[in-house]
């Protein structure tokens, strides 16, 4: 597994001058040190309207207070496990997560229609939007705009931090293929211990190029993984987006900044939960993403180059095996 030094903080950058037209050198200095050293940071500044989120917060509790039976009936009609909601439960049967996840086009057609080839149509399992929440769909719609538009501004840093232009990637991002989702953890009858926590969500790494991740609730789950064997909390920080690096930007990096892995814990008191929102930003889906020449340098390239179309399909695979989706 991918991993960070021992005793390493997430470092939280306020992105708010870059966005606004300042310098960017200090964000992007802040960035690359973030990337190098913890393929993890928060950023402040950012924004996104709290607004947006919290609607997204309120339609998702909405959600999963339905029946039982209702949530079952929206599942994927695939079976596809990043569409529609999904359940995990534990070995008693108990909910540990329940999450609804969207992509960016609702189908295949509308993939085809917003500039998508045609042989890519494939990879667009229809989106489920559940019509026995009012409002969900157009408070998710518009909160994930948000989000994406966020993602781009941080890839346009990302380039900064990689010493290319500002705007290196956004002929990729142009068609982006992001999916969205919120994730909700319940509180817990079998808690955390100091000894033992108790995993509710496994140790994976992210399969895109980045994630956008809010988090809320009345206790810190997520954690990343250290050298010395030991877990990291990452710190629920107000009004603030984790931001963390994905499988795809540590191939075109070269494997210089690496996808870290995380997992979530259950709470060590009881009566606690959390919401997490996270955009899994994905460049167009026949980009060819291959690693940077200024990151491979005189040596030999670690990855062979390779499409979020093709990407996708492997980490849909190893996921499936581990039922386990996100953070």
Known sequence: ?????????????????????????????????????????????????????????????????????????????????????????DERGDVQVQRLQVNRFDDGDAAVAGGVPQAYADYFHPNVWPDEVPGLEAAWRECFAATRGLGLRIMQLFALALDLPQTYFDPALAVDVSTFSANHYPAQRTLSTPDEPRVIFPAHTDSGVLTVLYQTGDYTGLQIFAADRTWIDVPVVAGSFVINIGDLMARWTNGRWTSTTHRVVASYEAGRSRVSIPTFYLPAIDTVVEPLPSCVGDGTPRFEPVTPYAWESIFLKRSSARAGYTA
């Open 1 to 89: 597994m991918a991993a960070v030094q021992s005793g390493t903080t997430v470092p939280v950058v306020d992105i708010s001058g870059f966005l606004a037209g300042a310098d960017p050198g200090p964000a992007a200095a802040a960035v690359r040190d973030a990337c190098e050293r913890v393929g993890f940071l928060q950023v402040t500044g950012h924004g996104v309207a709290q607004h947006l989120l919290d609607a997204v917060v309120a339609t998702m509790e909405r959600l999963v207070a339905l029946p039982p039976d209702v949530l079952d009936g929206l599942a994927s009609p695939t079976g596809h496990p990043f569409r529609g909601v999904r359940t995990q439960r």
